[in-house]
């Protein structure tokens, strides 16, 4: 039997989304909390592996199973077993050719940075944060310049284990709203780092030090030297990841409303 679970987590305190030998990582956590109630070993695959200090609101993960159990079994029991910041919002069983991977359409993700002289302190591990006024206008046209399909090497880490460096960003989006800034970024695939190191050339741009139109040279020029500082994981959210509708997987509840303020239309 395969199980797709939907799943939600604050990933301030783990060691990124993949297995290490520390233990210390989600996918740790919810093996071991999954293999408790199905009284087997768990192996599970994920949407997106997200790195230290990155969030989810919706992640998607699958796992085999001999076990027979009650979808909410893979919920409440599971949710038992596991720490506080992690909680599973869903399981379905999926036909055997369903790869939480694999079959993905698109991935969202969303940067949420706190603008203001001041560092938070309630949101801190779970927003970005930069000092200085930023030109909201300015970053905006900058970001038009990555929509489409290109090949994203100026914005990928050393450590990238990508076969190839094109991605298609199909959506992209600014918006302040108070002392926040939302990015919104949707494409079929992204790269290690790609997030962080566009919204750390935005914050550039934002803040007088590149011209807008830096952003299509530095894409263009794809050398990561090029490329302003990766910045910080605390406000990266995997904030969706799109299914065909034939899988029928359940929609997310609570991905829209974590920062209400701060969130995009």
Same mark, same amino acid.
């Given at each position: 039997?395969?199980?797709?679970?939907?799943?939600?987590?604050?990933?301030?305190?783990?060691?990124?989304?993949?297995?290490?030998?520390?233990?210390?990582?989600?996918?740790?956590?919810?093996?071991?909390?999954?293999?408790?109630?199905?009284?087997?070993?768990?192996?599970?695959?994920?949407?997106?592996?997200?790195?230290?200090?990155?969030?989810?609101?919706?992640?998607?993960?699958?796992?085999?199973?001999?076990?027979?159990?009650?979808?909410?079994?893979?919920?409440?029991?599971?949710?038992?077993?596991?720490?506080?910041?992690?909680?599973?919002?869903?399981?379905?069983?999926?036909?055997?050719?369903?790869?939480?991977?694999?079959? $993905?359409?698109? !991935?969202?993700? %969303? +940067?949420?940075?706190?603008?203001?002289?001041?560092?938070?302190? /309630? &949101? *801190?591990?779970?927003?970005?944060?930069?000092?200085?006024?930023?030109?909201?206008?300015?970053?905006?046209?900058?970001?038009?310049?990555?929509?489409?399909?290109?090949?994203?090497?100026?914005?990928?880490?050393?450590?990238?284990?990508?076969?190839?460096?094109?991605?298609?960003?199909?959506?992209? $989006?600014?918006? !302040?709203?108070? %002392? +926040?800034?939302?990015?919104?970024?949707?494409?079929?695939?992204? /790269? &290690? *780092?790609?997030?962080?190191?566009?919204?750390?050339?935005?914050?550039?741009?934002?803040?007088?030090?590149?011209?807008?139109?830096?952003?299509?040279?530095?894409?263009?020029?794809?050398?990561?030297?090029?490329?302003?500082?990766?910045?910080?994981?605390?406000?990266?959210?995997?904030?969706?990841?799109?299914?065909?509708?034939?899988?029928?997987?359940?929609?997310?509840?609570?991905?829209?409303?974590?920062?209400?303020?701060?969130?995009?239309?």
């Amino acid at each position: 039997m395969k199980i797709a679970i939907g799943i939600e987590y604050d990933g301030s305190r783990f060691h990124g989304w993949q297995s290490q030998p520390s233990g210390e990582t989600i996918q740790d956590h919810l093996e071991r909390a999954i293999a408790s109630v199905a009284g087997e070993p768990i192996r599970l695959a994920a949407a997106g592996r997200t790195d230290t200090g990155v969030h989810a609101l919706a992640q998607v993960a699958h796992f085999e199973t001999s076990a027979v159990r009650p979808d909410s079994a893979w919920v409440r029991g599971v949710n038992a077993l596991l720490a506080h910041s992690i909680a599973v919002q869903w399981a379905v069983p999926v036909s055997k050719d369903f790869h939480a991977r694999y079959s $993905a359409v698109s !991935r969202s993700y %969303r +940067y949420v940075l706190y603008n203001h002289p001041v560092r938070p302190a /309630l &949101h *801190h591990g779970r927003v970005g944060w930069f000092h200085l006024p930023l030109d909201v206008d300015a970053m905006r046209i900058a970001l038009a310049h990555l929509s489409g399909e290109h090949d994203f090497s100026a914005f990928r880490s050393s450590e990238c284990q990508a076969k190839s460096p094109v991605r298609t960003l199909h959506r992209v $989006a600014i918006e !302040r709203r108070g %002392r +926040y800034i939302g990015f919104e970024f949707t494409a079929n695939g992204f /790269l &290690h *780092h790609m997030v962080r190191n566009i919204v750390g050339c935005l914050v550039y741009v934002g803040k007088g030090k590149y011209p807008a139109e830096r952003l299509a040279e530095v894409l263009a020029g794809r050398d990561r030297t090029q490329a302003a500082p990766t910045f910080p994981p605390d406000g990266l959210y995997l904030d969706a990841v799109e299914y065909a509708p034939g899988w029928k997987l359940p929609a997310f509840e609570s991905s829209r409303t974590v920062f209400p303020e701060q969130t995009l239309a």
